[in-house]
């Protein structure tokens, strides 16, 4: 029997309830690190999500730090997502052990620049190339302020990009994430699939009625994504909706004009069956960055999935989706796949396809390096 392992945890954010995509990573990653008897120290950041008792049952010990949102630290030369985050008291409780670091994204490596835990095994999860990510978000911001704090925060995140070269192992989201981290850190980078809850493949064989796309819709990519998709499907007799907790004036307004295009809003719970009972998955990003979980959930749940390039070049997925990028060509795929049945082959290729992206695989990975 192996002996048993252990590791501190460091989340940029309090992971539970698993409700957004880097909360969803963290918080499997726990869940299925647990499965394989490794034993958690978790150190988490909370500015709004509260004591989470749920989190207790995955680990060892759990420690809560208030992240300091003084915007004194805007002007930090150190990104705020990561001045934000310096804390003493983390420095402290990590130094009562000797076990290997997992930090969760770039936010969260202030203790890499104190050089206290060089001899420790310290692991960087990388969520995005930030400085990417954030000079995306300034592009579809159209608050002016906004804009210029992420054009900002993405200078300073790039300036301290060189930090992860403190780290023993980078593990990477994404393949996009992996080829250019490893030009920049060779050796260091690590591919390790997105984490998520979907264990098993339950996509339906046979036709569903409606094409659905869902998002959080107080995401600017996410508020664009839709329109690109109205205009594509608006002139068809398709039964589209639109899925999201929320939905911008604007984007209501645009669709109580048309019949065949409706608004549901979901929680995180009833978004499942709508993803498994729709005939198509509408997917679009405007970023390629980071990892849509959407994207797995599109495919371990649902039928037939249409996508952009961003979604899904270099994924490993290329092959479960249909692609197309302009507005024609997503309105002819999804008229084409409406009258398809997603077949029991079609469901047999799927989960074949889908077993490297296992969340309890990504965790065995974790375990060998630690």
Known sequence: MNSIKSINIISFDVPYPPNYG????????????????????????EYGRGFQKHLEQYCKEVHYYKRHLNP???????PFIVSSRENKQLISNISKNNFPILYEGLHT????????????????????????????????????????????EALKLKKYEPTLDKADFILTISNNEF???????????????????????????????????????????????????????????????????????????????????KYKKTSSEDIYSLIQNAHINVLVTQQKTGFKLKLINALF?????????????????????????????????????????????????????LEKFHPLSSAKLIKELI
């Open 22 to 45: 880097g909360a969803i990573d963290v918080f499997y990653k726990i869940k299925y690190l647990k499965e394989l008897d490794i034993d958690i120290y978790l150190h988490l950041f």
């Open 72 to 78: 004194i630290k805007l002007f930090n030369k150190k």
């Open 109 to 152: 490596t202030f203790p890499l620049l104190q050089n206290s835990f060089a001899k420790r095994l310290n692991l960087v999860r990388t969520h995005n190339v930030e400085h990417f990510y954030y000079s995306g978000l300034a592009k579809s911001e159209t608050n002016k302020l906004k804009s210029l704090y992420l054009k900002t």
């Open 179 to 261: 080829f250019y981290y490893n030009r920049k850190f060779i050796n260091k980078t690590k591919y390790i699939p997105a984490f998520h809850q979907n264990e098993k493949v339950l996509s339906k064989a046979g036709k569903g009625d409606y094409v659905l796309y869902h998002g959080d819709l107080n995401i600017p990519d996410n508020i664009k994504s839709v329109e690109f998709l109205i205009d594509s499907l608006s002139n068809t007799s398709l039964n589209f909706i639109i899925a999201s907790n929320t939905i911008p004036k604007k984007i209501s307004k645009i669709i109580d004009e048309i019949s065949s295009i």
């Open 301 to 353: 749940l649902g039928r037939f999935v249409i996508a952009n390039g961003k979604m899904i070049e270099n994924t490993g997925l290329e092959n479960e989706c249909f692609k197309a990028e302009t507005k024609l060509e997503f309105k002819k795929k999804a008229l084409t796949l409406i009258n398809t049945e997603f077949t029991i082959s079609d469901l047999e290729n799927r989960k074949k396809n």
